[in-house]
Nanobody, 115 residues
């Protein structure tokens, strides 16, 4: 199993970024996917979740209305569209899935929101 994130970078407040996570080594369409983030000195937190078949989604209150999670099962990819970014969104963002009881994480991609 491998999860590879990309799309992070430096953006000004109010800007947008789209993160991508390409998955391999398992039947992507059959598993829920999530994005987490970890800011300096803080615990890792769940940002967004998307289910496998129905594609239902859930978001942390802090990102509702600004972030959108989606998936393309044909490309084995999950996305996180982030709009209206704030300095407090600065963090390393991680892609996550769980196969049975075993969790899998990507290597993370840095998002920095600063003027």
């Amino acid at each position: 199993v491998q999860l590879v994130e990309s799309g992070g970078g430096l953006v000004q407040p109010g800007g947008s970024l789209r993160l991508s996570c390409v998955a391999s080594g398992f039947t992507f369409s059959g598993y829920a996917m999530s994005w987490y983030r970890q800011a300096p000195g803080k615990e890792r937190e769940l940002v967004a979740f998307i289910s496998n078949f129905s594609g239902s989604t859930n978001y942390a209150d802090s990102v509702k209305g600004r972030f959108t999670i989606s998936r393309d099962n044909a490309k084995n990819t999950v996305y996180l569209q982030m709009n209206s970014l704030k300095p407090e969104d600065t963090a390393v963002f991680y892609c996550y899935t769980r196969l049975g009881l075993r969790p899998y994480w990507g290597q993370g991609t840095q998002v920095t929101v600063s003027s």
